[in-house]
């Protein structure tokens, strides 16, 4: 594989990782909310839930999940329930009053960061699309003519731009000035990421592909 055909690969993995979506958002108001070690820890999951995709795909078995309805169908339903899951637990968190949300931003204990870790590998892995997603990376990259051992290139690049990319939303948005900003927009920001969670979540239950 030519560099100029690897950077095409890198260049799209990277425009659509880094676009607008349900788990950048969650990232970012995570980072905003809580701190940087709670966003890093939803990141890590993220990234988790991507590399498990992407191992499906290099190994073919994403095919075979694709050539079975019923296990997509499956898999829809419970993403997209637990993303409307989400969106109902931050529109609940918008309502509140701030005084009700006022904590103190700390690293968290260890128990927090693992759901947090869990959150995120739970929001990908549970994502069809990501299947999807990756058989395209795979077969963009590998071409009629790629070879196996062009894999590792094209998985270990992409996963490390997906590092890059939820870890530096995670660290840009930790901030004290977002923090601050998250503080003075709160409401506006959470009933923003439930509209993201309810909308992605209802795309998922009811889409056809």
């Not at 700390?106 to 892995?125: I, K, N």
């Not at 299947?131 to 990376?137: C, E, H, L, Q, R």
Request: with cysteine.
């Amino acid at each position: 594989m030519n560099a100029s055909h690897l950077a095409m690969v890198y260049g799209t993995y990277l425009i659509a990782t880094a676009s607008p979506g349900p788990s950048t958002m969650a990232i970012m108001a995570t980072a905003m909310r809580d701190g940087r070690g709670p966003a890093l820890a939803l990141a890590a999951g993220v990234v988790t839930g991507s590399l498990f995709w992407a191992l499906l795909a290099a190994t073919g078995i994403a095919a075979v999940l694709n050539a079975y309805a019923q296990a997509l169908a499956l898999l829809k339903i419970a993403g997209g329930l637990y993303l409307l899951y989400l969106a109902a637990r931050t529109g609940r968190s918008a309502l509140r009053p701030a005084a009700a949300c006022a904590a103190p931003r700390a690293a968290g204990s260890t128990g927090r960061l693992g759901a947090r870790y869990r959150q995120g590998v739970f929001m990908h892995v549970g994502n069809p699309k990501a299947i999807m997603a990756w058989t395209a990376i795979i077969s963009l990259g590998m071409g009629p003519d790629g070879a196996a051992h062009e894999l590792p290139a094209i998985v270990g690049g992409c996963v490390a731009l997906g590092v890059g990319v939820f870890g530096g939303y995670a660290l840009l948005f930790s901030t004290a000035s977002m923090a601050a900003l998250y503080a003075r927009a709160r409401r506006a920001i959470e009933g923003a990421l439930a509209a993201v969670f309810a909308a992605a979540g209802l795309k998922l239950l009811f889409s056809r592909g």
